[in-house]
């Protein structure tokens, strides 16, 4: 196999398994029997439209779709990271606390005055703290669940195929 067809076969089994998490009730590995269906249809149309547009990309082997895919998987790891990885292991406070919420605004698009992180972890006690994890659970903190470990072990994997097959062209 390629690694033209690793990378893409990695994702589409990302795109996969991120639209059925979202969209299908796997409690309690996911938490979606606690989403509005308003958030499963943006979520689920917002990432499909995204991760399509790279594999498209992907699939056309060059020009401007496959630089969008060598970019958009790099930042949806690092949005990931943000949602989910720095308030488990901090809280940012200060300073720090006012640029961490602009990032976190731009990866949950909340874009609401005042404190997004608070915000994320009251979706994230409605929407998660139900879910299976295999981390040690922290009262009132974000602590990425299952599902979303798995997530990101998937887009960290596409990311580093992406990126081969991309400076391989």
Same mark, same amino acid.
């Given at each position: ?20 998490? =979202? ?16 958030? *499963? ?16 990309? $992907? ?30 292991? $901090?809280?940012?406070?200060? *300073? ?11 990866? +949950? ?21 139900? =879910? ?22 998937? +887009?960290?994997?596409?990311? =580093? ?6 400076f391989s062209k």
């Open positions: 196999m390629n690694l033209h067809l690793i990378a893409l076969a990695c994702q589409v089994a990302l795109l996969v398994y991120h639209q059925v998490t =979202t969209l299908v009730d796997l409690h309690p590995f996911n938490g979606v029997r606690h989403y509005q269906r308003r958030e *499963k249809v943006i979520e689920a149309g917002v990432n499909a439209a995204l991760m399509g547009t790279a594999i498209a990309g $992907t699939v056309i082997g060059s020009g401007w779709m496959l630089g969008f895919a060598a970019v958009y998987y790099p930042v949806l790891f690092l949005m990931e990271i943000v949602i989910w990885w720095v308030p488990y292991f $901090t809280q940012p406070a200060g *300073k720090l606390r006012a640029v961490y919420n602009v990032g976190l605004a731009l990866g +949950t698009s909340d874009f609401s005055s005042g404190d997004t992180l608070s915000r994320w972890v009251a979706i994230y006690q409605r929407t998660h703290a139900s =879910t299976l994890t295999p981390l040690p659970r922290r009262a009132g903190l974000v602590v990425p669940n299952l599902e979303h470990i798995i997530l990101h072990a998937g +887009t960290a994997l596409v990311v =580093t195929v992406t990126l081969l097959y991309y």
